[in-house]
């Protein structure tokens, strides 16, 4: 099969860096702490970070104005079509968005007490996790009409569809598989990292995307997509954002984290944006 566009670079091209983790995961976690209201604490007290020693880079291909009040979420192409999932409590809701112009085409929102979170699409529905109420919903696709809810008993960050489960991240190191009709639990992978001399649980797993047999996760509060196995939960490669997180605050001081991948699969496009971002933006990661 094809090597994806955003996968065809030479593996002799991934950059050794050792640089990034504490520096750029504090200066993150001060400049986006400061709005508790919408910031949401680690899912436990274990600071075990990600001490990344290998990370590849990317090329940005192009860039789409985003509304940069959505607190992005949930992130997925579709059709033609962006849709986004955005959360806090009172601000949540899922919308259809114009990749090209950013334009809102339609919104539902998430009423208060809850928080939206990860969004994923299935056959012809839309599916919602709630950070934690313990509740999910579903939604037709192409009208956001309630078609019901469901339960689960951990907080619900990211949702993604590898095309027979459901793979969610509860902001531990572990993902979950949901089958595909029922929502049960079927199967978890615990994520974790391979040192020189150890291996470290990779903790905060938020927004994902399951791309060509990979899982691409963004980690909270830092500038870096894991991209897992799922079968082994091991972290195979880290890309590294840290130069479009500074584009984007260059151009929007209110920009907050990293948060949202979303891939088109006809035409091989690899989205991503954040928080409060300005622009959605297209990226060729460089394995
Ligand atoms: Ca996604």
């Known amino acids: 099969m094809r090597k994806p566009k955003h996968m065809r670079t030479s593996l002799a091209k991934a950059t050794a860096l050792a640089t990034l983790t504490f520096a750029s995961l504090l200066a993150c976690s001060s400049s986006c702490s400061d709005r508790s209201k919408s910031t949401k604490p680690p899912a436990d007290n274990d600071t075990t970070g990600v001490d ?152 905060n797993l938020n927004e994902l995307e399951y791309i060509n047999g990979k899982v691409y996760a963004n980690v909270w509060q830092s500038d870096l997509i894991a991209v897992i196995s799922p079968e082994t939960g091991m972290v195979e490669a880290w890309i590294k954002l840290t130069e479009l997180v500074a584009r984007e605050k260059a151009k929007y001081w209110w920009t907050d984290v990293l948060n949202g991948i979303a891939y088109d699969q006809v035409n091989d496009r690899l989205f991503v944006t954040g928080k409060y971002w300005p622009e959605v933006v297209e990226i060729e990661v460089q394995f």
Do not use: C, M
Request: glycine share 10%; charged share 20%; proline share 6%.
């Open 52 to 203: 990344t020693t290998v990370t590849v880079g990317f090329i940005l291909i192009n860039a789409f104005p985003h509304d940069s009040t959505a607190y992005t979420q949930g992130l997925v192409f579709h059709g033609d079509t962006l849709y986004e999932g955005t959360g806090n409590v009172g601000y949540s809701s899922i919308r259809k968005v114009d990749l090209e112009t950013g334009t809102v085409l339609q919104i539902r929102p998430l009423p208060s007490p809850h928080f939206g979170e990860g969004i994923a699409i299935w056959e012809d529905k839309l599916y919602e996790l709630t950070w934690r109420s313990h509740v999910g919903f579903i939604y037709d696709r192409a009208s956001f009409d309630s078609l019901g809810l469901f339960h689960y008993p951990h907080e619900g960050w990211g949702i993604t569809h590898d095309g027979s489960r459901f793979i969610v991240s509860d902001g531990t190191p572990r993902l979950r598989f949901w089958d595909s009709a029922s929502l049960a639990p079927v199967d978890s992978v615990d994520v974790y990292q391979v040192l020189p001399d150890t291996t470290l649980p990779v903790r």
